[in-house]
């Protein structure tokens, strides 16, 4: 199974790329720019990485993205996630960047794109990887903020494809952004958000009828209502479950009692995804490899998953149909 997990072509939809940070590659950036961070040794960072919950998580991962400051920064944070990429056969991906973690420390907007935008380039002439971004905005600041941060991305529109919606869930549900939403689909973006993480089903109630977004990010709590789970079946939208992030941050006790199975079954479209892999101990291949395990999940669920990566990607329809051939003749080759 490992091993047709690890040549099973896939895309990755739900990556933080300040997330896929590893402690190597801070400690080099933090000390090419003199900047102090409150750990004398991998080890320590990696110590460090033991939460109760969401915002536990939160507070070191803003912490450890303040070392960033550099097109050059940005570029070796964007290009070392891609190398990942490369050797998971993980043949597209859609980015999440916080452009407000980083704007708000004084670096230029125009830093964090480029950085980022030279990376994706390089990846796609040196793998052949495809890739696109979402820019999510921060929901524990205010939708003046959110505004603020929509307007600097207009010159660079062409290179964004989505807008999301991240960061302390509880307490700030997808109603705040209404207007900056709307907004940002108004002027090209497509919609999506996290929601259903650790906020109830209320919060995906307000993502779909509210914010209009095209597909949903954890949703796990969808599981707590029958009207919802029917709406998202019939709007045809995904889900980008993070099985290892959901331990991690204990929105599942183990992987053994995660509902992917369940989700499945009820006809949920569900893909696996990494969240934030440097601090939630694996790439997109060591969730769908742990998932598989704990679940006993068959050739033919892993496929499925694989496909639904694929199909509910913002890709465009040629590039989607290349990469679901290349998948269904992976597959029929060696189920
Ligand atoms: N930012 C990075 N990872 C996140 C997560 N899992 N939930 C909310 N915001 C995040
Ligand atoms: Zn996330």
Known sequence: MKNFIENLPKAELHLHIEGSFEPELMFKIAKRNAIKIPFNSIKEIQDAYQFNCLQDFLDIYYQGAQVLITEQDFYDLTFSYLKKCDAQNVRHTEIMFDPQTHTERGVKFATVIAGITKAQKDAKIQFGITSLLIMSYLRHLSEKDAF???????????????????????????????????????????????????????????????????????????????????????????????????????????????????????????????????????????????????????????????????????????TKEKYLNELETYYKKNK
Not at 254 to 263: D, F
Not at 276 to 292: L, M, R, S
Request: proline share 4%.
């Open 148 to 318: 603020k941060t929509l307007e600097e991305s207009l010159p660079y529109k062409n290179q964004i494809t989505c807008v999301g919606l991240d960061s302390s869930e509880k307490g700030n549900p997808p109603s705040k952004f209404k207007n900056v939403f709307k907004k940002s689909v108004e002027v090209g973006y497509i919609p999506v958000a996290h929601a259903g993480e650790e906020g109830n089903a209320g919060y995906i109630w307000e993502a779909l009828d509210i914010l209009n977004i095209k597909r949903i990010d954890h949703g796990n709590n969808c599981l707590q209502d029958t009207t919802l789970i029917k709406k998202i079946i019939k709007q045809d939208l995904a889900l980008t479950i993070c099985p290892l992030s959901n331990t991690a941050l204990q929105v599942v006790k183990n992987l053994k009692e995660h509902p992917l199975k369940k989700m499945l079954d009820l006809g949920l479209k569900v893909t696996i995804n990494s969240d934030d892999p440097a601090f939630f101990g694996g790439q997109v291949n060591q969730n769908y490899i742990e998932i598989q395990k704990a679940l006993n999940l068959t050739k033919e669920d892993l496929y499925t998953l694989a496909k639904n990566s694929f199909q509910y990607s913002f890709l465009d329809k040629i």
